[in-house]
């Protein structure tokens, strides 16, 4: 299974980006290719951590591909991490995690890591040659919308 991580230190603290990966149903406004991320059914919170299903749709262009498929969402406010799983729709397997982390400054160290193994194998080679670039973009635009949401200066 292919495995894609990046981590950068963001100038936002560790609650304000926790809530930026939490918001899943926000994703389709700052994520690239990401065209719809809609919460599906119940939510269920237990002691700081919420279950949820997402649907989501990814558009790319440039390979006139449109997938869709749902994802298990855990997102877990005590340990700042939010998990989405799936094997639905392009997806053998995929398992999305973002992880927040304090510093000794106040800020957070956000990461993301995706680990992905499609249905389509021809799908398969051609996303293993863009997976890290599409890593170093999630994350591009994770600390754009730190910026829009809390006006601060992303580092």
Same mark, same amino acid.
């Given at each position: 299974?292919?495995?894609?991580?990046?981590?950068?230190?963001?100038?936002?603290?560790?609650?304000?980006?926790?809530?930026?990966?939490?918001?899943?149903?926000?994703?389709?406004?700052?994520?690239?290719?990401?065209?719809?991320?809609?919460?599906?059914?119940?939510?269920?919170?237990?002691?700081?951590?919420?279950?949820?299903?997402? =649907?989501?749709? %990814?558009?790319?262009? #440039?390979?006139?591909?449109?997938? *869709?498929? !749902?994802?298990?969402?855990? &997102? +877990?406010?005590?340990?700042?991490?939010?998990?989405?799983?799936?094997? =639905?729709?392009? %997806?053998?397997?995929? #398992?999305?995690?973002?992880?927040? *982390?304090? !510093?000794?400054?106040?800020? &957070? +160290?956000?990461?993301?890591?995706?680990?992905?193994?499609?249905?389509?194998?021809?799908?398969?080679?051609?996303?293993?040659?863009?997976?890290?670039?599409?890593?170093?973009?999630?994350?591009? &635009?994770?600390?754009?919308?730190?910026?829009?949401?809390?006006?601060?200066?992303?580092?």
């Amino acid at each position: 299974m292919p495995h894609f991580s990046t981590t950068r230190r963001v100038n936002l603290t560790p609650d304000q980006a926790y809530a930026i990966a939490a918001d899943v149903s926000s994703y389709k406004d700052f994520i690239p290719l990401l065209k719809r991320s809609v919460i599906r059914g119940e939510r269920k919170i237990e002691n700081g951590v919420e279950r949820f299903l997402a =649907d989501l749709v %990814l558009v790319v262009p #440039k390979v006139n591909m449109t997938e *869709s498929f !749902t994802s298990q969402v855990t &997102a +877990d406010a005590n340990a700042h991490s939010v998990t989405a799983t799936s094997s =639905d729709g392009p %997806l053998k397997s995929l #398992k999305a995690v973002w992880k927040i *982390s304090s !510093t000794a400054d106040g800020r &957070a +160290d956000v990461s993301i890591t995706l680990d992905y193994t499609l249905k389509n194998m021809m799908l398969q080679m051609m996303a293993g040659g863009f997976m890290d670039f599409a890593a170093q973009k999630i994350m591009q &635009a994770f600390e754009d919308r730190g910026r829009a949401l809390y006006g601060l200066a992303v580092s």
